[in-house]
Structures are given as structure tokens and as C-alpha cells.
């Protein structure tokens, strides 16, 4: 699997492709069901990619505001490019005018989220209320926008609903860190994050229903790209959040804990679905294993602190040394669906982007840091497609026409083979992810 096309490949080309190597219009209809890189399937992931990473940035661009961080620049820089990106996918659908109509007023709704975080800054109680004024108004007209350019097919009603939760995600978070309250702000982060999913499910199902000869007339909602969607979020929130908890590590950051427990959330149900299926010794196991990879990232951090090279260069030999384990392990899991050697090379390049991430925001060089930082958001939609490939290749009944809209609920549903998959997300998620867990969390990095 070449995981480098993920980091290339123009979202306009993804909206626009003609895929000759995917099932055609005449194919049967359950392979269509079985197969995860559709032209639908892959704008839905693109869009999951875009909005999510708009959601993180928002949010750090805003939490960087507030604190005037030297990096404030850069991460808006990096914000900017996200917002042209999308308008860029808006554009390569809609036309020109519409890209730009879409561009100035995403544009603008980012300024009015800036705008609040100034007069918070200043306690201008009156800025406050005209900048949440004017992001009430950019709802109404962003709402009315899509429901045009769709033809309906998303209701501006709706619509603005959904903005509106975006709107109170974003501030919640923000007014939660600026009063100290970081756990707050964190679960308001996930939250916004998460949320984006429904955004980018709902508007790749409207665009390939408009267009259905330029998608090949596939879907976008199936229940594999569900699973594919859900999978997109979690590892790339993984490595945004990662990012995060070692720059907050090398800092001595005060939220520093409260972004460890957000990670540890991203991965807590997962455990928890290890422990429903292989009791409390299955889990231990799991754990170790879990807590033995991040220990080398929480090492590595240390001896950058104490400028320990031969700490630094161990840290990173352990890893080398837990990828051939831990592909290996994958390569068994999936029965050779997941193949150890392309798994190994991915997570290689994931451990490079965030060490070199780490490296150069700790060396002040904050554009560089930023760069690689949306490098490893967008590198791990990667390991999702290739698990959840790897998933319908051993468990294809699963996928098929009976299957209901929505994925089983876990934490109730005793079907084992279900239970394995999870086990499975569990454990490349620990392969390919950085958190800093409970039990480390009394363990200060200097």
C-alpha cells in the first residue's frame, strides 16, 4: 500500500476522477458494497480529512490567540491553507464562483471566531456579542449557500442547526481554556471534531446524488465507508492530539494533562472492547503492549528536555524495534489482509512525521512544525483505509445489503467477530499513535 499518494493527491482530483480500476455502473451491486475506494467513498474521506483538520485548527489557532503563543502565525497559516483547500474542492464541483463565493465566506467565519478571541483578550464584553452576532448571520447565509448549490438537497434549516452546534463547540472549548477549565475544553475539541463526520456525510451524499455520473454512480454512505469514516477520525485526531500532548510535554504546558486525557479518550472504548471479549487478562496484555510503544515517545521527549542524545537515539531504536513487532502481530490479526511490510513502512513514516514535528517546534522552527503536523493528520487516513480494507476483505458478510445504516454498539453487542474488529482498531491505533496515559500522567517532563 502507498501510503505516500495520500499526502499528493489534490482533493480536486478526488471530487473529479474517473477511477478505472473500481466497479463500474454495470458491476454487481454487492461488490460495490464491499469496496471501499469508490469515487463517493473517497470524496466522503476527503472531506472527513478537511473538516475535521478545520475543527482542530480552529480551535488550537484560537487557544494560540489567546495565550499570544509564537506560533500563532503558523497555525493560521496552516488553518488558511485548510480553508483553501476546501474552497478548492468547493470550486472543482461548483465552478469558480462558487469556490470563491465559498471561500470568502468560510474566510470570513474564521475572522469572526479571531474577532471573539480578541475581545475576550481585551474583556470587551460588546465585541464578544457582535462577533457571535455576526457568526449567527454567516450561518444563516452559509446555510442558504449549500441548500442552492445542492438544489435542495441539504435544508438550509438544517443546515444552520448544524452550524450552530459548530459555533457553540468551537467557543465552548475556547471560553473553557481561557478560564483554566482545560478537561472542558478538551471534550468540547473532540466534540467539534467528531461532529465534522456528520458535516462531511451529509455533504458527499448530497454532491454525488447531484452528480452521479461524475462518481460513477456510487455511494457515498455504505456501511464499509462507515466504518472507514469512523476509522478517519480516529487516527487523525490521534496524531493532531499526539502533536499536541508532546509540544504541551516539552513546554510544561498547564494543559499538558487535560490533552493527555484527551488522547487517552480517543482509545478508551477501544480498550474497553478488548476487555468485553478477552476478560481482564486479555486486556492486561493489551496494555502492556500499549504502554511498553508509548513509552519510547514519552522517552524521547524526556532526553530532548534533558538534551540526552543517546536517550533520544534509543527511544527511537525501541520504536524501530516495536513497528516489526507490532506489523508482524497486524500481519497475523488480519490474515495477511494487512500486509506487515506495508504497515511497517507506514507507521516508519507516522513515527518520522511526529518526531519531526515535535523536533522542529521545539527548535522554534513553527512553520516547518505546522507542516508536518497536517502531513501526519492527513498520512493517517492511510492505516484507515488499509484496516478497514483489510476488515471487509475477512468479514464480508458484514458489509453487505442487510447490513442496518449504523455500526453496532460495542459495549453492548456480544458478537465476536464484530468484537475482533475492534480489536483490531485497538490495536493499530496503538501502533500508530502517541498517548500519554494515566499512569504517566504524575510523571513530569522537564
Known amino acids: 500500500m502507498d501510503y505516500k499518494k495520500f499526502l499528493t493527491l489534490p482533493l480536486v482530483t478526488t471530487l473529479l476522477f474517473v477511477n478505472s480500476g473500481v466497479a463500474s455502473a454495470d458491476s454487481h451491486h454487492e461488490m460495490d458494497e464491499l469496496n471501499i475506494q469508490t469515487e463517493a467513498i ?52 461548483y465552478g469558480e464562483d462558487a469556490g470563491n463565493s465559498f471561500n470568502e465566506m468560510w474566510t470570513n467565519h474564521i475572522g469572526f471566531f479571531v474577532d471573539y478571541v480578541v475581545a475576550v483578550t481585551e474583556e470587551d464584553e460588546a465585541g464578544q456579542e457582535e462577533a457571535l452576532e455576526a457568526l449567527g448571520k454567516y450561518r444563516e447565509d452559509f446555510s442558504q449557500f449549500l441548500e442552492t448549490a445542492t438544489e435542495e438537497r441539504l435544508e438550509a434549516e438544517a443546515l444552520a442547526e ?16 481561557v478560564m483554566g477549565d482545560y478537561e472542558t475544553s478538551y471534550n468540547y475539541e473532540r466534540e467539534a471534531i467528531h461532529h465534522m463526520l456528520m458535516v462531511s456525510k451529509g455533504l458527499s451524499t448530497a454532491i454525488t446524488e447531484q452528480f452521479p455520473e461524475e462518481f460513477n454512480h456510487t455511494q457515498a454512505v455504505t456501511p464499509a465507508s462507515d466504518l472507514r469514516s469512523e476509522l478517519n477520525y480516529l487516527f487523525t485526531e490521534h496524531a493532531g492530539f499526539a502533536v499536541i500532548a508532546m509540544q504541551n510535554g516539552i513546554d510544561g504546558a498547564e494543559d499538558f494533562e487535560a490533552s493527555a486525557m484527551a488522547l487517552d479518550q480517543n482509545t478508551e472504548d477501544l480498550t474497553a472492547a478488548v476487555e468485553d471479549v478477552y476478560g481482564p487478562e486479555g486486556a492486561e496484555q493489551f496494555n502492556t503492549l500499549w504502554s511498553d510503544h508509548i513509552g519510547y515517545f514519552v522517552d524521547y521527549v524526556n532526553a530532548t528536555a534533558e538534551e540526552d542524545e543517546a536517550g533520544k537515539e534509543e527511544a527511537l531504536e525501541n520504536l524501530a524495534d516495536y513497528q516489526d513487532e507490532f506489523s508482524t502481530f497486524m500481519d497475523t490479526a488480519t490474515e495477511g489482509n494487512f500486509a506487515k511490510d506495508d504497515l511497517a513502512e507506514g507507521l516508519g513514516m507516522h513515527v518520522d512525521q511526529l518526531i519531526n514535528a515535535f523536533e522542529a517546534y521545539n527548535s522554534g522552527d513553527y512553520a516547518t512544525a505546522y507542516d508536518l503536523t497536517r502531513e501526519a493528520y492527513h498520512h493517517m487516513l492511510g492505516p484507515a483505509e488499509g484496516l478497514t480494507n483489510a476488515i471487509v476483505m475477512q468479514y464480508p458478510e458484514m458489509f453487505e445489503s442487510n447490513m442496518p445504516d449504523e455500526m453496532p454498539n460495542t459495549a453492548v453487542n456480544n458478537d465476536n467477530n464484530y468484537s475482533l474488529i475492534i480489536l483490531i482498531m485497538a490495536g493499530i491505533v496503538a501502533a500508530g499513535a502517541i498517548v500519554i496515559t494515566q499512569k504517566r500522567r504524575n510523571q513530569k517532563v522537564k
Open 42 to 93: 473517497e470524496l466522503r474521506t476527503s472531506l472527513d480529512h478537511l473538516l475535521t483538520e478545520h475543527a482542530f485548527l480552529a480551535i488550537e489557532v484560537m487557544k494560540n490567540g489567546a495565550d499570544g503563543s509564537e506560533d500563532f502565525e503558523s497555525s493560521v497559516n496552516a488553518l488558511n491553507a485548510n480553508t483553501e483547500e476546501l474552497s478548492s474542492a468547493i470550486a472543482g464541483v
Open 162 to 177: 448544524g452550524l450552530q452546534m459548530h459555533v457553540d463547540q468551537l467557543v465552548g472549548a475556547f471560553d473553557a481554556y
